[in-house]
């Protein structure tokens, strides 16, 4: 699979930073202050996808899932997103 950011990606991802839902406002305000050291990204590109937060040095991702991800397709798109992440 192709691990390449797109520039649509990443003007995605730049434009979620500015619109952060509730919950991931109140995990940012605990994350932005480099915890044990350790820096955090929010809005993460990483290939065709937007990490709500990750930290490079431990090569950690974080995702906010509300009730949003059990309707429709999202269960599969989300299961799809890990498979690709794991890859």
Same mark, same amino acid.
Request: net charge positive.
């Given at each position: ?15 979620? /930073? ?8 109140? %995990? ?8 044990? !050291? *350790?820096? =955090? /990204? ?8 937007? %990490? ?8 950690? !991702? *974080?995702? =906010? ?23």
């Amino acid at each position: 699979m192709a691990r390449a950011t797109t520039p649509r990606t990443v003007a995605k991802a730049r434009a979620l /930073r500015q619109n952060l839902s509730l919950p991931e406002t109140l %995990l940012w305000r605990l994350l932005k202050g480099q915890p044990q !050291g *350790i820096k =955090i /990204r929010r809005q993460h590109p990483i290939g065709p996808y937007i %990490l709500d937060f990750y930290a490079p040095s431990a090569k950690l !991702g *974080i995702e =906010i899932e509300g009730a949003a991800h059990d309707m429709g397709d999202r269960p599969a798109r989300d299961a799809t997103r890990e498979t690709w992440l794991h890859d």
